[in-house]
């Protein structure tokens, strides 16, 4: 909560704290900006820290390292087919724009420390059906790390409570 009296002056203002907020404010700092991050409860993480963890992320170079072939092309060939009839949502512009961006948010982030891992064999959800489609995977998912790691702000963080169809096979650190 916030005291009564309370000011902050900020560049950039972010209402709410989870995955794509925190990418904001890194991306605010290495812009010489000042971002502040609000949360309307006590944890942070918002409903980026109930999913299931992982990223769908076509053509990473994550793949790339590992040799499992990827392209543009090839992703944008599923997307149409699994977006088809979404409407504006999905237009052609935001597919293009994710999957252009997409592999250069994954890489910034690693640049930045994230630790992915690749989920070989976690297969694009179609790709028997629909073509363009990777048997090997798309999906990028965080490496697990000791929570004791971050002291005092891990009592901070919102922690899933239930269950969730996850890899268990997550390398540490």
């Not at 076509?58 to 793949?63: R, V």
């Amino acid at each position: 909560m916030v005291e009564p009296g309370f000011e902050e002056s900020c560049d950039l203002l972010i209402i709410g704290s989870g995955g794509a907020s925190i990418c904001a404010a890194l991306l605010a700092k290495d812009a010489g900006a000042e971002p502040l991050i609000i949360e309307k409860t006590d944890k942070l993480g918002g409903s980026t820290a109930l999913s299931g963890g992982v990223v769908w992320v076509p053509n990473n170079s994550l793949m790339k390292r590992e040799g499992v072939e990827d392209s543009f092309e090839k992703a944008w060939t599923y997307l149409e087919a699994c977006s088809a009839g979404a409407g504006a949502a999905a237009s052609p512009e935001r597919r293009r724009a994710f999957l252009e961006q997409a592999p250069r948010v994954a890489d910034y982030l690693e640049a930045k420390g994230m630790k992915w891992y690749r989920s070989d064999g976690w297969s694009d959800y179609h790709e028997n059906e629909l073509p363009g489609g990777v048997a090997r995977g798309r999906t990028l998912e965080a490496k697990t790390f000791d929570l004791k790691e971050l002291g005092e702000w891990s009592k901070r963080l919102r922690l899933r409570d239930v269950d969730v169809p996850v890899n268990t096979r997550s390398p540490r650190g």
